[in-house]
């Protein structure tokens, strides 16, 4: 199964932030092992360097993203999922363009919306109540 994830997922997975760590350390849990395929848009690669580019360094950045880069697949956002983000004119334009680029690759979408949990819980049932 594809699963698309945010930003908000992947920071949370490698600065270990409380908020959504457990359920994060889940959805990578089964990419690493074939369960799920990853699916990340080419934005949520451009901003996780610039929001975490005080927290951790360059070097440290690059080995942790060249070491998850086999589990997940960068989707290009494109034209038309621009150009539809634009023409519902959201509040956050930002998840506007993630949403409409799982959307084009026929993916769930997830966040930290509780939804997202809902989802992971159809997903992996077992795995999640062990790690929360």
């Known amino acids: 199964m594809k699963v698309f994830i945010d930003t908000n997922v992947f920071l949370d997975y490698i600065q270990q932030w409380p908020e959504g760590w457990k359920e994060a350390e889940v959805i990578f849990f089964l990419a ?3 369960d799920i395929e990853l699916l990340v848009s080419d934005l949520t690669i451009a901003n ?3 929001i975490t580019r005080k927290d ?3 070097e440290q950045f690059y080995a942790v ?3 998850l880069r086999p589990y997940y697949r960068i989707v290009s956002l494109g034209s038309p ?3 539809k983000a634009y023409q519902i004119e959201s509040k956050d334009f930002k998840d506007a363009l993630q949403y409409y680029a799982a959307e ?3 993916s ?3 966040s930290r919306m ?10 992996a049932p077992n795995v999640l109540s062990l790690v929360i």
């Open 32 to 34: 690493i092992h074939g």
């Open 48 to 50: 996780m360097r610039y």
């Open 56 to 58: 951790i360094p360059l």
């Open 65 to 67: 993203m060249k070491g």
């Open 81 to 83: 999922v621009v150009d």
């Open 104 to 106: 084009q690759k026929s």
């Open 108 to 110: 769930p979408r997830i």
């Open 114 to 123: 509780p939804c997202s949990i809902m989802l992971l819980n159809k997903l």
